[in-house]
Structures are given as C-alpha cells and as structure tokens.
C-alpha cells in the first residue's frame, strides 16, 4: 500500500480567491491522479499529474482553472483557482501501487473545500 | 467508456444483518476495486478483485469477470459500516478509475 497525505485538510474560501492542495507519497510513485467530488456525488478524474511535463486534463477540466505541479515521484499540488462555490467539493489525489503485476489505486484523506 | 452501475443505492439495515451490495459494469476489466467512503470522507480500499473471491472479516468480495458484475457481503453489519461503498473499475483513458455512483449503507443499533 502506500500511506498519503493532504494538506489542509479542510478551507473554507471567499469567491475569486485560489487555494493550493498538497499531496505527499512515502514512496516513489509513476501514476499520480488528482479526483474531484462534489456534494452527494461520485469521484471523478480531474487530471493525470505527470512528473516532469504537464498534467493530462480529463474533459471538462482545464489548466487556467486546475494548475497541477509534479515537482518528483513523492509530491504534487493541485490549485483550484478563482474559486465560485460550484468548486465547493472534496478534492482527492490517488496513487497506484504496483505489486505482483497489478496495480491497485489508494486515495489520499481528501482536502474538503467550501467556497461561500 | 465503460459503465459502472450499483445498486442499490440506498440500503438501511439493522445492526446484526447482512447485505449483498452489486456492482455492473460494461465491459471487461482488467481492475475492480471496492472502497468504503467513511463519513469523514476518506476511501479505505477494501478489495482489489478483478476476479474470484476474497474474504476480509465480515466482508467478502466476487467478481464474475465474464458476467460483468461483482457483488459485496457484508456479515453481522455494525453501525461503524455505515457510509458509502464505492465500486470502481480500471477504465479511463489515462489509467483510471471509474467510479459508481455508490451504495449509502446506514446501520441502525
């Protein structure tokens, strides 16, 4: 498995302002993704963070809006910027864990932001 | 893309119950997990069963690859099982996962 965190936690924001989303690895890691899930809702993919070139935008999400940083293969940051309060989620960053041939994905505890 | 239905959506059980929650998806996968979505949010993995059967406790995990479906048991339910399962599979276009809308599971002492 792998053990993940994410600061902060939990941000409650004014509208128009930007939060930036930590995520830390303990180990070394190729495939790092960042979710988003709105209230009641499902997960869905924002994008791919790749370390060392741009991050991969799931339709829908684009990099004006969701800057990701992937400085090394343990961290990345994810920026919700000119926040409005249909942004007002949890916001997840997963990792996938290679072992016997398969791979198996481990979220992080999730950043849950409100945007009033 | 591939489609993951659950059901059911909701679920509300006595403490001491057991419960069958399924997952469908569309087409065949190479990766099925199951997650617990806990009332703080967090995701606890709870099986990664692209195929077969496996037990953990309480909870028990099949998936009919071929049939397209995989089901949850879980056994003597308790009030610290209730919040959201998740059953997602390995289907997106970058390597992901994608998601059901879940089963809200509520257990009542």
């Known amino acids: 498995s792998a053990v993940i965190s994410q600061k902060p936690s939990r941000d409650i924001c004014q509208r128009g302002t930007s939060l930036t989303i930590q995520c830390q690895v303990d180990s070394q890691v190729t495939m790092m993704f960042w979710y988003r899930q709105q209230p009641g809702q499902s997960l869905t993919l924002i994008a791919t963070?790749?370390?060392?070139?741009?991050?991969?935008?799931e339709s829908g999400f684009v990099i004006d809006k969701f800057p990701i940083s992937r400085p090394n293969l343990t961290f990345s940051t994810l920026t919700v910027s000119n926040m409005s309060p249909e942004d007002s989620s949890i916001y997840l960053c997963s990792v996938v864990v290679w072992a016997s041939g398969s791979g198996e994905q481990f979220f992080g505890p999730g950043t849950r932001l409100t945007v009033l | 893309g591939i489609q993951v239905e659950q059901s059911p959506p909701d679920l509300i059980l006595q403490e001491g119950a057991n419960s069958t929650l399924r997952c469908n998806f569309s087409?065949?996968?190479?990766?099925l997990q199951w997650f617990h979505q806990n009332p703080w949010g967090q995701l606890i993995n709870l099986f990664y069963?692209?195929?077969g059967t496996k037990q953990n406790g309480r909870l028990s995990a099949t998936t009919v690859a071929t049939e397209r479906y995989s089901l949850l048991y879980i056994s003597s339910s308790q009030t610290t099982d209730s919040g959201v399962y998740f059953c997602?599979?390995?289907?997106?276009?970058?390597?992901?996962?994608?998601f059901g809308k879940g089963t809200k599971l509520s257990v009542k002492p």
């Open positions: 069963i692209p195929s």
């Open positions: 997602a599979v390995l289907g997106g276009s970058q390597g992901n996962l994608i």
């Open positions: 963070a790749n370390q060392g070139s741009e991050a991969t935008y």
């Open positions: 087409d065949s996968v190479n990766n």
